[in-house]
């Protein structure tokens, strides 16, 4: 059975990021869509992402091995899981359906963190332009997704991005950084991000925690 959902393609999603809209489920069994474009928007300054120091000793640490877009499916499961306070999901059918065609197209990204080999946590998002707008993330095991998200901000500062777009504000995402903005505010900085584009690729793959550390807390020294 179709839905109006169905209507939509990558290039329609492409477009509605473009224009600050985002699409949502109201949970994994309903086949429709939703548009959201809040009049409050959550976003990360990248100069003003905050790295505590367990953060830091966690990073330097490297107990997990930190991967990028190797396992876009495996994320997106992640971040559909059920937990405490979050029984529900919004992302269903169509919503893997589109996004994975996005990732195909190399408009997707994910960062994930692996342990023996064993997914334990990641985000993705969609970058347009010299803008990353993050989706959802999850972990399996602690500070896996804090420490996705440092190597996700320093590989956006290597790359040139200017907007790190979180659509809604969490107080777990206000402890790391992110503000809330008006809709009129956070549109001028999309509009800004839209005219420069970012290169995801400019980080190498290799780059050590000391560099990742650098880049995310804006330290001048960063090189790599």
């Known amino acids: 059975m179709s839905s109006e959902s169905d209507a939509i393609t990558p290039e329609i999603l492409l477009r509605a990021y473009a224009a600050g809209l985002f699409p949502m489920a109201d949970d994994a069994d309903d086949d ?11 976003i990360f300054p990248l100069d003003g992402f905050c790295v505590s120091k367990s953060l830091a000793k966690a990073i330097k ?43 195909a197209q190399g408009y997707v990204h994910t960062v994930e963190a692996w342990r023996d080999d064993v997914l334990v946590g990641g985000l993705y998002g969609v970058a347009i332009g010299g803008a990353f707008c993050g989706e959802s993330m ?36 206000a402890s790391l950084g992110a503000v809330e903005i008006s809709r009129a505010a956070y549109r001028r900085r999309l509009r800004a991000a839209l005219q420069a584009p970012g290169d995801f690729a400019a980080l190498a793959a290799d780059a050590p925690p000391e560099t990742i550390l650098e ?3 804006g330290d001048a020294a960063a090189k790599w």
Not at 32 to 42: H, I, K, M, N, T
């Open 32 to 42: 429709d869509l939703s548009w959201f474009d809040p009049s409050r928007r959550g």
């Open 215 to 217: 880049l995310a807390r």
């Open 61 to 103: 640490g490297r107990g997990f091995d930190i991967r990028v877009d190797s396992d876009f499916f495996g994320v997106l499961a992640g971040c559909a899981e059920s937990k405490p306070g979050r029984e529900k999901t919004w992302i269903n059918r169509r919503i893997a359906e589109l996004y994975g065609a996005l990732f």
């Open 138 to 173: 999850f972990h399996r095991a602690t500070d896996a997704s804090k420490i996705c998200l440092t190597y996700l901000v320093a590989r956006l500062k290597r790359g040139g991005f200017s907007l790190l777009d979180t659509q809604f504000i969490t107080p777990h995402l």
